[in-house]
DNA sequence: AAGATGTGCAACCGCACGTGG
DNA sequence: CCCACGTGCGGTTGCACATCT
């Protein structure tokens, strides 16, 4: 039994994606939207099963992902929420807006997997690996379980959060002076240039002219050289700092917004049944992100968030949010 | 220089879930 | 309620490129 193929495999194109393909496929959805994939390969004529267009807008074409040179803060967040949720790259992707959960995944498994490993070998033998613990937690785990546990995760970095957000407006202040400025300018440090992939790149640079009046934003700059190709071009909608003038409270308000797509504490309070990655999944902002880019979206929560992520990372028992508290909730 | 091995990443596969008829 | 369909997600694979021997 079981379900049928979601598309015929007979004539169905398998293997990168070339920029031809790109281009129809783009164009497509720039008249269409997304969504409705199972039309896509008909009604574009692609050679591809929907899935795999889907996957390709996704994780590639998509406006307003970032690919490759993650940042510090990113890396800590990743690390952290892949603690908190486990192998839940969709949900970690969702609290950082310009992944994909693709390359989330990737840059887990291929770089901070072994940075880990390092540094926990490294640091003590005696507790155990974390990693492992985590995957076998998250491994042994049936569904259900799995989604209540989620539920008090949830809850527990709302705590968390609703800590960090009330420390005192002084340290708060001068976390986001050091932390804004510390984070314009690390974003490339401790990435190596991508490989190019040669012909490909050039093309999908020309995909990327071809869809510059796509989006509202300007495109600021196109670093050519690097591997990242056609998605790089959307991705420079570069975050320009918003914080500028600003009050505090409008900051946090605006950070927490901008974060976690509720407006407030108590709305995220009230939505506590809904995991709120539904509502955040990039899919979902897409077009959204084609009408009202969210700039300086990325500054200012990292700045929150690393600070977050440190006092957690130094003192758990503060937030109450230990490694493990949350496989013992059960 | 050439083959072997390692690494990174795009893409595929299959299962689960939500929804509408 | 059941079923088919569309979509989302996580795990895995395959390939291109880099590095090593």
Redesign the pocket.
């Known amino acids: 039994m ?5 598309c015929d ?1 007979e004539g169905v ?5 070339t920029p031809e393909e790109d281009i129809i496929l783009v164009t497509y959805i720039q008249e269409h939207g997304p ?5 896509v390969p008909t009604k574009t004529g692609l050679s ?5 267009c ?3 807008w ?3 074409l998509r406006p307003g992902i970032k ?2 040179n993650f940042t510090e803060q990113e890396e800590k967040m990743i690390i952290h929420l892949q603690d908190l949720l486990g ?5 970690i ?2 609290y950082l807006p310009q992944r994909t ?3 989330i ?3 887990w ?3 901070l997997k ?1 940075k880990l490993k390092k540094l926990q070998t490294g640091k003590n033998n005696s507790e155990g690996n974390f990693e492992e613990e985590n995957f076998s937690a ?2 042994r785990i049936p ?1 259900g379980q799995w989604e209540r546990r989620l539920q008090t995760d949830i809850h527990m970095a709302k705590k968390a959060l609703n800590e960090a957000l009330s420390v005192s407006p002084q340290k708060l202040s001068s976390d986001f002076s050091t932390s804004n400025l510390s984070n314009s300018n690390n974003s490339i440090s401790s990435t190596k240039e ?5 012909c490909y790149a050039s093309s999908a640079d020309n995909i990327a002219k071809l869809l510059k009046g796509w989006m509202k934003n300007p495109i600021k700059s196109s670093r050519s050289t690097n ?2 190709v056609a998605q790089n071009s959307f991705n420079n909608i570069d975050c320009v700092s918003s914080s500028g003038t600003k009050g505090e409270s409008e900051i946090l308000s605006e950070t927490f917004e901008s974060l976690f797509g509720f407006e407030s504490l108590e709305s995220l309070e009230s939505s506590n049944s809904e995991f709120s ?2 509502s955040l ?1 990039p ?2 902002t897409v077009l959204q992100d084609e009408s009202k880019p969210e700039v300086g979206s990325e500054t200012m929560p990292f700045s929150l968030l690393e600070k977050w992520l440190l006092d957690e990372a130094c003192c758990p028992e503060k937030v109450g949010l230990g490694c493990g508290d949350h496989a013992q909730v059960f």
């Open positions: 079981g379900r049928p193929p979601c495999k194109k398998k293997g990168p994606w969504g409705n994939w199972r039309a591809r099963c929907s899935k795999s889907r996957l390709r996704t994780n590639y690919r490759g192998n839940r790259w969709a949900a992707a969702s959960d693709n390359d995944k990737n840059y498994n291929t770089h072994k998250s491994q569904r991508l490989p190019q992939s040669s591997s990242s990655h539904q999944s899919d979902a």
